[in-house]
């Protein structure tokens, strides 16, 4: 399982400490799993790790919503965003649910027979304003947006060894193991405490005064104090660059990257570069783009800088998905 980490070294549970080892407990409680490679690759920066469980917890697992179509939402984002590890982790979250047969619909690349599940999904892939989506669903679709991003910059493709997540069978079993922490109610909240001590934005409109909410304000918060790492020109190039996004994929190549970098001094570049390519094509992410930047900063750095491309893109995702975004850029495709 080790190699499922990129370029981080994660706090293992067992060796864990204050807010990292109050985090993994309540996940492990919550979610069901002790060892979960998304939030271990967070663990070195502890304040994205918690904003990113709060935010996650409050609008996927906890609330009113059923968690069946709370999971089509976070399947549909990740199958947009191309992130064969979230898609592989939520088609099994799905057979827990027990909708096996939805679960491998949606994964076949099919339309759900329920109307509800079906407009949800479209929803998701698209990024198009719905009128019948609450707090919990938008919470999900936008700790996609970030968590997704993490993960295809910071980690490998495989959720389990031997890419055994891609067997319809594995994923089955998978569900059925995890079906009675699923399927158990959660009371909204509890995520709050752990990020209680940390800077917060205000609410989001189609949040305020829900869980979900009030832990989104944490993440953007803390997610973008991350910008602190570059300097005044590239973090200036990447706020324009992702303002100007339509929500497409980027051209295949690297020359998109040209002009938004054109005017960054060159010691500035590759920071600007690896920020851009998290928010845009963390899937683009290479060796080469981490050790440009890198030189001898540690793991919570890599960690805080990939934050701020993700929540970045995540914030302008949210624009399109709230209908605040410009007419001119009415259909969205998704993370980049």
Known sequence: MAGQFRY?????????????????AQLANDFG???????????????????????????????DEPRT???????????????????????????ATGDHRLAETIAAGGTP????HAELLAWARTGRVAASVGAEHIGTA??????????????TENLLPGNLQNSRLVRSVG??????????????????????????????????????????????????????????????????AVAAWDGEHPP??????????????????????????????????????VAAWRGSRPDEDLVRLCAFGAITATERMEAFITGRAAAAHAKPGGRS
Not at 113 to 116: L, M
Not at 143 to 152: D, L, T
Not at 189 to 213: H, R
């Open 8 to 24: 981080v070294t994660p706090v293992e549970p067992q060796g864990a400490t204050g807010l990292v080892a109050r985090v993994y």
């Open 33 to 63: 799993m002790a060892r979960m490679a998304v939030f271990l690759t967070l663990s070195p920066a502890e304040e994205v790790l918690a904003a990113t469980w709060a935010t996650l917890r409050e609008s996927l697992l906890a609330g």
């Open 69 to 95: 179509a709370k999971e089509v939402v976070a399947l549909g984002v990740s199958m947009a965003n191309r992130c064969p590890f979230c898609v592989a982790a939520h088609t099994t979250l799905l057979h």
């Open 113 to 116: 027979a329920d109307p509800r």
């Open 142 to 155: 936008l700790i996609f947006h970030f968590i997704n991003r993490m993960a295809s910059a910071l980690l």
């Open 175 to 240: 569900g059925r193991v995890m079906a009675r922490t699923v399927r158990r109610p959660l009371p909204p909240g509890a995520s709050l405490p752990l990020v209680a001590g940390l800077p917060a934005l205000p609410e989001p409109s189609w949040g305020a005064g829900t869980a979900a909410g009030a832990a989104y304000a944490v993440l953007r918060a803390v997610a973008g104090a991350g910008a602190h790492l570059l300097g005044e020109a590239a973090r200036a190039a990447v706020t324009s």
């Open 252 to 289: 295949m190549g690297r020359a998109w990257l040209d002009g938004p970098l054109a005017g960054v001094p060159a010691a500035e570049r590759p920071g600007a570069a690896l920020a851009l390519l998290a928010a845009l094509a963390p899937y683009r992410v290479t060796d080469a783009d």
